[in-house]
């Protein structure tokens, strides 16, 4: 059965320091993944997506790049945090199809102090 | 332009209630998907159900049941005799579908944050 990692599970981090967020899928091949974060107040907003090795689309201008060296290791990276970058991190993968949904993992809590 | 609505912010209900969650979504596709997710308090998203826009039976699993209604573009979910378990955020969420299908990005509501008291 296909299961998603996800780590850390929380990470308190200065303002201006790297971040590196790692996201794994096993059983399966060739997914789609994508990243997304949520802050307070419970919207999902939708970082970046990837259809392919290499291949990353950004949905927002933002502080972050996301990069895909493997088929199913999707990594979230920023160069120097800002207190808004501050919030919930979900990585969710899914099966080729139009009907499949996505499946996340447990989220990463990034805290910038 | 595709969006998913769920007006309703927080319901508290009190244990063994029924309790109906409203999704109203706007599309131009024809052909598009639904899904509603649960998320606990510990804070990963759960899949529950996903249902095309070709299908209009209603759904029953359990405790949990979905009215899709495509005249009034709205994908409500109710559970019967809540549960304090049932405590969570539920996102309803609409897909969009890009360049054949291969993105596929969902779109979704804001939550209705449902507080089951025992």
């Known amino acids: 059965s296909q299961t998603i990692h996800q780590w850390p599970a929380t990470l308190v981090q200065p303002v201006g320091s790297p971040l590196s967020l790692e996201c794994t899928v096993e059983?399966?091949?060739?997914?789609?993944l994508y990243w997304y974060r949520q802050a307070a107040g419970r919207g999902l907003q939708l970082l970046f997506y990837?259809?392919?090795?290499?291949?990353i689309s950004s949905e927002v201008p933002q502080n972050l790049s996301a990069s895909r060296p493997q088929d199913r290791q999707f990594i979230l990276s920023s160069k120097k945090l800002l207190l808004s970058d501050s919030g919930f991190y979900l990585c969710?993968?899914?099966?080729?199809?139009?009907?499949?949904?996505?499946?996340f993992g447990d989220g990463t809590r990034l805290s910038i102090l | 332009a595709q969006k998913v609505t769920q007006a309703q912010t927080e319901i508290s209900v009190v244990e063994k209630e029924d309790v109906t969650l409203d999704c109203v979504y706007e599309?131009?596709?024809?052909?598009?998907?639904l899904f509603w997710y649960k998320q606990p308090p510990s804070g990963e998203l759960v899949f529950l159900i996903r249902r095309n826009s070709f299908d209009e039976q209603n759904e029953i699993s359990g405790r949990y049941s979905w009215n899709f209604q495509k005249s009034t573009s709205s994908f409500n979910f109710t559970i019967t005799a809540s549960q304090v378990v049932d405590s969570a955020v539920y996102f309803c969420a609409l897909s969009e579908l890009g360049y054949g299908g291969a993105t596929n990005k969902l779109i979704f509501g804001t939550g209705t944050l449902l507080a089951v008291q025992p």
């Open positions: 599309t131009r596709d024809t052909t598009y998907y």
């Open positions: 990837s259809v392919g090795i290499g291949q």
């Open positions: 969710a993968w899914r099966d080729r199809g139009p009907n499949q949904p996505q499946h």
């Open positions: 059983g399966t091949s060739n997914p789609n």
